[in-house]
């Protein structure tokens, strides 16, 4: 009765694992400790209890977690409550990952740093689309893919050429939408 695994969702510090890692961005040094303030300058009450949410490059698990906030991405995907002991997380799929996916300044900045690794590969637009699909998907696109993909990097840049409201148009802003994409993807974000 088992003859396939069955598709599964990344937990959430695998899913920011696996951006930064294929965007180049993720720190594998020892990270050091988080910069708290002075300790005489600490004036935390339980009406005004400390609150921060240090950014790092590092691996998820070096996050600092606060059992009254949580980390705002990890939240999103479905991260373990420090509050309570968790058996087993119960994953959910809601628009509002989506929506974060799209939005999230986290996202866009791996995004653009892929972009950027994309567009110092030699050779083609069709090379580097191949190069993407195998680095965030696993697997090599098909062509049907490609062609679709240079449709969509040629409307993409033409559409951001013509609009008034947005910065000339670049080359990193056109890959980086198309890292978006896959980043997105349900073939990135799940285990088959």
Request: charged share 20%.
């Amino acid at each position: 009765w088992l003859w396939r695994y069955s598709r599964r969702p990344l937990d959430a510090e695998s899913i920011r694992d696996a951006m930064l890692a294929i965007s180049g961005q993720l720190d594998r040094s020892v990270p050091q400790s988080h910069p708290f303030p002075p300790v005489d300058q600490w004036a935390f009450t339980i009406h005004r209890p400390f609150h921060a949410v240090y950014e790092s490059n590092h691996r998820s698990i070096y996050l600092m977690l606060q059992r009254n906030r949580r980390h705002p991405f990890l939240t999103m995907f479905d991260a373990a409550d420090p509050n309570t002991s968790v058996a087993k997380r119960l994953p959910t799929i809601t628009p509002t990952q989506s929506l974060f996916l799209m939005n999230s300044p986290f996202v866009h900045q791996q995004s653009d740093a892929f972009a950027n690794q994309l567009l110092a590969i030699p050779g083609d637009d069709a090379s580097r689309v191949r190069f993407a699909y195998e680095s965030v998907l696993g697997r090599a696109a098909t062509d049907a893919e490609v062609d679709e993909t240079l449709s969509f990097l040629s409307v993409y840049h033409s559409k951001l050429a013509a609009s008034e409201s947005s910065e000339p148009a670049n080359s990193v802003g056109v890959w980086a939408a198309f890292a978006r994409v896959l980043l997105s993807s349900n073939e990135f974000l799940h285990v088959d």
